[in-house]
């Protein structure tokens, strides 16, 4: 199995544009997360899906984040408007099951809003 | 909210030495994960500990859970260079089902 595969896997844009992030779980994996991570904050959690299903979002940091998750093998994270404070890295994960199984991380995005 | 504490955040430690990282939670759980990181790339499963008591090796780690006292710890047993990265651990609230991790503790291993 080719893993989580990410993309991009760097993204650079200007402040006020809008930033799609995509991430293609493993195969057979009904959960999915998005984190986020930077020097400051550490690991955030911002999504959670189970069953292409969003459970929790409270980690959402606004209105101007988004996720979907249109089927099993496939998400995305959208930002619109992007700001200079949205510049992480962000990770998504996948496992099996709900609980008690390790997640697997995808490479991330490296998100740079200048 | 479920806190996750590690210590120490930053380790300096030479090739040959022991040394143990601590992982500390604030909620009743009895599922932890360990991760390692290497810088500007993504996070690595180690160890998979769901059960009070649990002990997993690999090389030169071993981690442990006493989910009594809320606490893992993570044991480097004479470090070489390549041990050199950060170190997660990652709870899941029995009540829950997101990873909640800690800040990390970055390792460096020297000569």
């Known amino acids: 199995d080719a893993g989580v595969i990410q993309s991009p896997r760097h993204e650079v844009t200007e402040m006020g544009q809008e930033v799609t992030l995509r991430c293609k779980p493993i195969s057979g994996h009904n959960s999915l997360f998005w984190y986020r991570q930077t020097m400051m904050r550490g690991l955030e959690l911002l999504i959670y899906f189970n069953n292409n299903v969003p459970i929790d979002d409270s980690g959402m940091p606004e209105d101007r984040f988004s996720a979907k998750m249109p089927n099993a093998s496939f998400s995305t994270l959208k930002i619109q408007p992007s700001e200079p404070r949205d510049s992480a890295v962000y990770f998504c994960?996948?496992?099996?099951?709900?609980?008690?199984?390790?997640?697997?991380f995808g490479q991330g995005t490296r998100l740079t809003v200048v | 909210e479920l806190k996750v504490e590690q210590n120490p955040l930053f380790l300096s430690m030479q090739e040959g030495k022991n040394y143990t990282i601590y992982c500390n939670y604030s909620?009743?759980?009895?599922?932890l994960y360990w991760y390692r990181q290497d810088p500007g790339k993504s996070l690595e499963s180690l160890f998979v500990l769901l059960s009070n008591g649990a002990v997993k090796q690999e090389g030169r780690l071993m981690a442990s859970l006493d989910t009594k006292a809320r606490l893992s710890t993570l044991h480097i047993t004479a470090a070489v260079h390549d041990l050199s990265a950060t170190y997660f651990c990652a709870v899941e609230a029995n009540s829950g089902y997101a990873l909640n991790f800690g800040k990390g503790t970055s390792l460096l291993v020297t000569p």
């Open positions: 994960a996948s496992r099996e099951g709900t609980a008690y199984t390790e997640a697997f």
């Open positions: 909620t009743t759980s009895d599922r």
